[in-house]
């Protein structure tokens, strides 16, 4: 399946833990998912899915602002999405301040 729709139907069947929500941007993460290590970013109609390792936005669209806020969480939580990734124990982490 591809990863928008597959992001859209895992919403759409609260599969994905929701792991942050600040800003009107809420950052989940499937339970089993392809690689490379990644994490999915909603707000509004948006939808885009953001590389744990390198923090590049990876496929989707967003805009700029809300892409930088999504980076900026992600280089605070950076270890603990690795970790997340590797372990699949999901655990809510703070938003921006």
């Not at 809300?66 to 699949?88: C, D, F, S």
Request: overall charge negative.
């Amino acid at each position: 399946m591809h990863p928008v729709k597959a992001l859209k139907q895992g919403v759409k069947n609260g599969t994905m833990p929701i792991i942050a929500r600040f800003y009107g941007i809420i950052i989940k993460m499937f339970f089993n998912e392809h690689l490379p290590p990644h994490f999915h970013a909603l707000y509004g109609e948006y939808n885009a899915i953001f590389n744990i390792n390198t923090l590049e936005m990876i496929e989707g669209d967003m805009p700029l602002r809300a892409r930088k806020l999504v980076v900026e969480w992600a280089e605070n939580h950076q270890k603990e999405l690795e970790i997340m990734w590797e372990t699949k124990e999901f655990k809510q982490l703070p938003g921006l301040e």
